[in-house]
């Protein structure tokens, strides 16, 4: 597998409710965690850049009491935050969601080394996380994992 550089989002963060996404263009994505004034509860939000200080929500996640998983708002879908991970019935180390052309894929781990692999429905690896040491970026942070998208794997679906 290839990947070049713009494919790759460095991943700040040992908590990634708190975090941010970033390559050689800038900070891609944003996770941004704060207590709901409603409910006491935190929400994460996670913001994509479009240009230079101005960011759309992807994504909200609504925390149950004490952190447990609770609702995400994806664009104008709800749904349990417990549907994003289920255990796959074939592993009990892997988990499963429906992605939004209502197919499953997968999360596993690789056999070979530390990397989490994302899978398509025919098992093509389509994202992979990859955890580093970490190390210190300037004006970003200290990045815990890479995660990495392969172009032109799958249906482009989910990528």
């Known amino acids: 597998m290839s990947t070049t550089p713009d494919e790759v989002l460095n991943?700040?963060?040992?908590?990634?409710?708190?975090?941010?996404?970033?390559?050689g263009w800038g900070v891609m994505y944003r996770f941004h965690t704060e207590p709901d004034a409603r409910s006491g509860n935190s929400v994460t939000t996670l913001w994509r850049s479009i240009?230079?200080?101005k960011e759309d929500r992807v994504a909200k996640l609504?925390?149950?009491?004490?952190?447990?998983?609770?609702?995400?708002?994806?664009g104008k879908n709800q749904l349990p935050m417990a549907d994003l991970v289920r255990q796959d019935p074939r592993s009990a180390n892997c988990r499963v969601f429906n992605g939004p052309d209502g197919f499953v894929y997968r999360w596993r781990p690789s056999t070979t080394n530390r990397d989490i692999l994302l899978l398509d429905p025919n098992n093509n690896i389509i994202a992979l996380i990859h955890p580093t040491t970490p190390l210190r970026y300037?004006?970003?942070?200290?990045?815990?994992?890479?995660l990495h998208f392969v172009r032109g794997a799958g249906a482009g679906v989910v990528v």
Do not use: H, K
């Open 51 to 53: 240009r230079q200080n």
């Open 62 to 74: 609504e925390w149950a009491p004490n952190g447990g998983l609770g609702r995400a708002v994806i």
């Open 11 to 23: 991943w700040t963060s040992y908590d990634p409710r708190e975090s941010q996404l970033f390559n």
């Open 138 to 146: 300037p004006n970003y942070g200290d990045v815990y994992a890479e």
